[in-house]
């Protein structure tokens, strides 16, 4: 599954016009917020930890209409806790969100 960072773009145009200033700002407390919460996943250690900080996730994606990331936040929270192969898949979707 590919995760489309035009949505993020999109949603944060939506919310906030032509600044590109303020959708700089936003962009980055979006993903300082995504990197914490798949932080807090990968020391989670049991599944209350795990589904809570999946669920973070999930609301932060819904907030942003980032609807691929909100999927695998929410195939996230169903999996054990430090699945690596889930792992992998947050941190590369986060990653597709990254200004180069």
């Known amino acids: 599954m590919s ?5 993020l773009d999109a ?3 939506a919310a906030v016009g032509d600044d590109p200033a303020l ?9 300082e917020s995504a990197q914490r919460q798949v932080d807090l996943l990968n020391r989670a250690r049991c599944d209350a930890n795990w589904q809570i900080a999946a669920w973070r996730l999930k609301g932060l994606a819904a ?3 980032v ?4 999927s695998l936040a929410e195939e996230a929270a169903r999996s054990v806790p ?6 992998r898949k947050l941190k590369s979707a986060i ?3 990254e200004i180069a």
Not at 3 to 7: F, L, N, Q
Not at 67 to 70: K, N, P, S, T, Y
């Open 63 to 65: 907030s942003f209409g």
């Open 23 to 31: 959708v700089a700002d936003l962009r980055y407390a979006f993903l």
């Open 67 to 70: 609807v691929g990331l909100m």
């Open 3 to 7: 995760y489309d960072p035009g949505a």
């Open 11 to 13: 949603a944060l145009a």
């Open 82 to 87: 430090g699945d690596p192969g889930m792992l």
């Open 95 to 97: 990653a597709g969100f």
